[in-house]
């Protein structure tokens, strides 16, 4: 079946830097989701893409549908302590009647 | 706006039992999905109501079933219960379209 490639699994960082993350599938998505977890918490929607190129930030996050429709990026510039969760990318697959497809995760650490 | 409500926030079942969880979706909603959620394995899809009919249904066994009301309200039974399926599990609702909104889940914990 559809896959969703997530990496990195798991990043640790300084509080101030830059991340970066990804998802790569083999197929073609018609929507790219990107969505926050904390702790003991349901995920959380930051971003919605829905054309291909198509980039969107939300504060300082930025995020990026591939032109190749099967991948996205997720960007967080000046990362603050309560950056700290799990981020999940999702893609609706382009027969709408199929269900989004979830990636893994990236666990994001941030060192004191 | 109220987001997805989910009831109770914590179980806590021995094996053999049954349980029933509640998911009440944004008002409006009318797409409501359950996923299971345990550590290292990610969101794993279990099913999807619209309109009262199961629209999409993942790979999991039969003692895992689910319905959804004509108010939209959604409830998801596992029945003899496992070990492994202690989960934190995880409601969301949409309009029907993509965007997803999950609540807070119920943490399920099966001894």
């Known amino acids: 079946g559809q896959q969703l490639n997530q990496s990195p699994q798991s990043m640790f960082i300084q509080e101030g830097e830059d991340v970066s993350m990804n998802c790569t599938s083999s197929?073609?998505?018609?929507?790219w989701l990107w969505y926050k977890q904390d702790p003991g918490e349901g995920p959380v929607l930051l971003i919605a893409?829905?054309?291909?190129?198509e980039l969107t930030s939300n504060g300082r996050l930025t995020a990026q549908f591939g032109i190749t429709r099967k991948d996205s990026f997720l960007n967080i510039s000046a990362s603050i302590p309560s950056d700290v969760g799990i981020y999940f990318c999702?893609?609706?697959?382009?027969?709408?009647?199929?269900?989004?497809?979830f990636g893994k995760g990236t666990r994001l650490h941030i060192l004191p | 706006k109220a987001g997805v409500t989910q009831t109770p926030r914590y179980l806590i079942k021995t094996r053999g039992q049954q349980v029933t969880l509640s998911c009440s979706p944004i008002?409006?909603?009318?797409?409501v999905s359950w996923y299971q959620q345990t550590p290292g394995q990610g969101l794993q899809f279990l099913f999807e109501y619209f309109s009262e009919t199961q629209r999409n249904k993942g790979n999991f066994p039969g003692r895992f079933s689910g319905r959804q009301f004509s108010n939209s309200r959604s409830e998801m039974n596992v029945s003899t219960l496992e070990l492994g399926d202690s989960a934190l599990y995880l409601c969301?609702?949409?309009?029907?379209?993509?965007?997803?909104?999950f609540g807070p889940g119920t943490r399920l914990t099966v001894l």
């Open positions: 197929s073609i998505f018609n929507t």
């Open positions: 008002s409006g909603h009318r797409s």
């Open positions: 969301a609702s949409s309009l029907g379209g993509h965007e997803q909104f």
């Open positions: 999702a893609g609706q697959p382009m027969n709408r009647d199929d269900k989004i497809i």
């Open positions: 893409l829905y054309k291909a190129g």
